[in-house]
């Protein structure tokens, strides 16, 4: 009885990636990796070709059914199993894959014409090309060493330890095991025989390759009682990863070529694999399939500035994580510092969204030596898609905090649609000897590089302020290159670390919007263009570059600040994983070794800041 290959259906054979590890042998033969170049041959199926295998359109239907054979083998075989894929004599280049299963089916059963038990193709309606790039293999190619029997050959697996902690990881999940060899052509097509699958502790300990477990560490798997205990073998799903990060390099590739059909089916492609995943990396992927599709089919973002939502998100993210915190923190201590003797001081905030900043600056004025200095703060935000007045909301709030701890308050909010849109003659600013001015921006300069002559329009209205102090944070990476493969490159690994950071948050609500916030910003860097990509994010050294023609010079933050930063990131996760560095006197907040964020801190360089240590 033929099964029909369903489409959807992620089979178990899957290609070795780079980093798979191989036994030791008396002959040297060189790795296969579903990356080998695929000669161009004529008739071969382009989207397979793509993902490296050579397999002729004509033949799509008997790879099927070689595939449900091998499928069938491998999940009911007897005696030995999936030790006998060790060989060394029958295994081909896996991307002529036609040949390869026919070799690997020959060996499982060496009695048994393969040939005869594949039914030629019959016109269909469905065909199986359509999701002919599920299709992949494996090849166990490890020996035990010293032996030259085939029986005391033992199967690799992947090593972990070759990957990265911040690239793409995928997560351990998919297992092959072995059953008793001896097996008729019934037993291969019968159905009932798939209902003794069974998973069970591996007794092969001595082998440091092969991964071991319980299975009731596996969710959701319900084990037989059985007396006897047989090896398996796990394979990593790690390749899957891999392969999952290649087709989204290659479909950025296609989108860069304009080859919109290849993309096209990359895009699909992604997808699917991106189901096999978890954690992380699923969801990573899922946001960076769905941006490519949306500049594929030219599907863009209906209102890419949409600041109420991304108010009410970055919310979330505020108590996910500690990257808004960090940022607030140091921001605050670099002003506080250089507001010290200052009776009167004014913030003019380009970044005021919800003042989740300003309270704890508040409150260290407040507790400050001789008495608090007059605060003044003016905020700055886009309109309310509803017209309401959001921004004096805020001020009403804080005055009343004010009132409180007892520190005088003056507010003042502005709404604009651009930081572009200000002139230093709308902010009432008072002469430098009554009020000392600070010039604060989270997460917000980066948007003005959209607009040629924005960037350099709002410098030259902040040096009209004369300032003691400009602080700055921004993300910590390039995403505003002039070639997409680049930009969206770099993109893929800035927002996997951010991804992985968030996996460790306590509440599951803050932690599904602040994916949302940074899926946003996904989808706004890879997905739109021209003046409508905003998220045009660049690197501390740019900053510094674009700040000195301004003619600003960089402000040392204190030691105070890197101290008090990183008492901040106990509070999360007991600040595993987060780490804070200084470079050049700026303050860099990553996840592990990966830089995410960046506080800078500037003065006209004809004035001279002098920062507590």
């Known amino acids: 009885m033929k099964r029909e290959l369903d489409p959807h259906q992620n089979h ?78 029958v295994h081909y280049n896996p991307s002529d894959l036609s040949t390869y299963l026919q070799s690997m089916l020959s060996e499982l059963n060496p009695g048994c014409n393969f040939d005869s038990m594949v039914v030629p193709p019959q016109p269909s309606a469905d065909s199986f090309l359509g999701e002919s790039s599920s299709i992949t293999s494996i090849d166990f190619t490890a020996t035990t060493p010293n032996s030259n ?10 090593d972990e330890s070759s990957s990265s902690d911040y690239d793409l990881k995928a997560i351990p999940g998919k297992a092959l095991y072995t059953q008793p060899q001896t097996q008729t052509r019934n037993q291969i097509e019968s159905p009932s025989s798939r209902d003794h699958k069974r998973l069970k502790p591996s007794t092969t300990g001595s082998n440091p390759d092969i ?5 009731s560490s596996i969710p959701g798997l319900t084990i037989p009682s059985s007396e006897s205990t ?72 209906q209102n890419p500035l949409d600041h109420s939502l991304s108010d009410i998100l970055q919310m979330h993210f505020y108590e996910t994580c500690p990257y808004l915190k960090f940022a607030h923190f140091t921001a605050n201590q670099a002003i ?19 003042g989740m900043q300003w309270p704890a600056l508040m409150q260290a004025l407040a507790l400050r030596p001789g008495g608090p200095p007059a605060f003044r703060l003016t905020g700055i935000g886009p309109p309310a898609p509803d017209n309401s007045d959001h921004l004096q909301e805020v001020g009403w709030k804080l005055a009343q905090l004010a009132e409180t701890i007892h520190v005088e308050f003056e507010y003042r909010g502005f709404v604009a649609n651009s930081l572009a849109d200000l002139d230093a003659s709308m902010l009432e600013l008072r002469p430098s000897e009554i009020e000392s001015v600070a ?17 350099e329009k709002v410098l030259t209205v902040v040096k009209q302020m004369k300032p003691e102090i400009v602080t700055m944070v921004e993300q910590e990476s390039n995403h505003n290159g002039s070639v997409f493969l680049d930009r969206f490159t770099e993109s893929l690994h800035y927002y996997s670390t951010m991804f992985d950071s968030l996996e460790g948050s306590v509440s599951s ?26 998220e045009r994010h ?48 700026c303050l860099m907040l990553g996840w592990h070794t990966r830089p995410l964020i960046a506080t800078s801190a500037w003065q006209l360089a004809n004035k001279s800041v002098v920062v507590a240590q």
């Open 439 to 455: 010039v604060n921006s989270v997460f917000e300069l980066h948007k003005l590089l959209a607009r040629p002559g924005a960037i």
């Open 336 to 354: 506080l510092e250089a507001f010290e003797g200052k009776k009167r001081v004014h913030v003019i905030d380009f970044s005021m969204n919800q």
């Open 12 to 89: 178990n054979l899957k290609p070795l990636p780079d980093s798979s590890v191989t036994g030791s042998s008396s002959t040297s033969r060189p790795k296969m990796c579903w990356e080998d170049e695929v000669q161009q041959d004529g008739g071969m199926d382009e989207l397979l070709a793509v993902l490296g295998y050579q397999v002729k359109s004509s033949d799509m239907a008997e790879v099927a059914q070689k595939l449900e054979l091998l499928d069938d083998l491998m999940c009911n075989g007897q005696g030995e199993g999936l030790t006998q894929l060790a060989s060394e004599t």
């Open 211 to 215: 991964f071991s477990f319980s299975a």
């Open 149 to 158: 029997n085939k029986n005391n050959r033992t199967p690799q697996v992947f």
């Open 509 to 534: 609500e803050d932690k599904v919007m602040s994916e949302v916030y940074l899926g946003k910003q996904i989808c706004n860097v890879v997905a739109c263009e021209g003046v409508d990509r905003v």
């Open 230 to 301: 047989r090896p398996i073998v796990v394979v990593d799903s790690q390749e899957n990863g891999i392969r999952l990060v290649h087709a989204l390099l290659a479909c950025a590739e296609a989108v860069q070529q304009n080859n919109l059909s290849v993309a096209e089916a990359l895009v699909k492609q992604i997808g699917f694999l991106a189901v096999s995943q978890a954690g992380a990396m699923r969801k990573v992927a899922t946001y960076f399939a769905e941006a490519l599709a949306r500049r594929i089919y030219r599907l863009y973002p």
């Open 538 to 585: 660049e690197s501390l050294s740019q900053w510094r570059t674009r700040m000195g023609s301004a003619g600003f010079t960089a402000v040392h933050l204190g030691s105070n600040a890197f101290k008090q930063a990183s008492m901040l990131l106990a509070l999360f996760a007991g600040g595993e994983g987060y780490r804070v560095e200084e470079n050049n006197g």
